[in-house]
């Protein structure tokens, strides 16, 4: 039986080439191509030949793994991305599945479970590591981003960064008394009641 076709784009060369043999030890699947950039990886997609899955990083040189998997969705929509990142972010996980991604796995994924997203990704399914999987599941059951004002986004996006009342007033050039009524607003339509809870949910 032939195997499935595997391309893996990671900038980090040893861990590239630990999931190169991993891929390439399954009895299903083959890494037909190893890239250190999105750039490489879509050029040999379009001159050479195209693959079943892929695995992406998010962080890479150049464009990123997220602007990646949609120039390939964009022109090849069979083709199985999944990203496999350190980053646990809910804004990194969301634009990673909105962009075509079929799943989401961190980099403490053992052998044997990145093999099994490999099959749940070619059986139509949705791999991605516990913790990813119950941050997807916590932002469906709180109220979502979009209904907060452009203001309080960005303002949410500063406090997850566990940034002050005082940092934030000086970037955005406001008042800490403004940015405080913006903060009590965005608590209530999040639903939460401290600073802390919105770096874990948003950091």
């Excluded at 990673?96 to 139509?124: D, F, M, R, W």
């Excluded at 109220?143 to 007033?169: D, F, H, M, T």
């Excluded at 608590?187 to 874990?200: D, F, M, T």
């Amino acid at each position: 039986m032939s195997k499935y076709k595997t391309i893996i784009i990671e900038d980090n060369e040893s861990i590239l080439e630990a999931f190169t043999d991993i891929v390439n030890s399954s009895n299903n699947f083959s890494a037909i191509g190893s890239f250190t950039s999105g750039e490489e990886a879509i050029s040999f997609i379009e001159t050479k030949e195209k693959p079943d899955l892929m695995l992406v990083d998010i962080q890479l040189l150049g464009i990123n793994g997220i602007e990646t998997i949609k120039k390939v969705k964009k022109k090849h929509p069979k083709i199985l991305p999944i990203v496999i990142s350190v980053h646990e972010n809910s804004k990194y996980i969301f634009d990673a599945l909105c962009a075509g991604a079929v799943g989401y796995l961190n980099k403490n994924t053992s052998p044997k479970e990145l093999i099994n997203a490999l099959e749940q990704a070619h059986a139509g399914g949705a791999p991605m590591s516990s913790n990813i999987a119950r941050k997807v599941v916590e932002s469906f059951q709180s109220p979502q981003q979009k209904e907060l004002s452009e203001r309080e986004n960005e303002i949410l996006n500063l406090l997850a960064k566990g940034k002050s009342y005082a940092s934030i007033a000086d970037e955005l050039f406001l008042s800490v008394n403004t940015i405080k009524t913006h903060t009590r607003n965005i608590y209530e339509k999040l639903q939460v009641n401290s600073k802390k809870e919105i770096i874990e949910k948003y950091g």
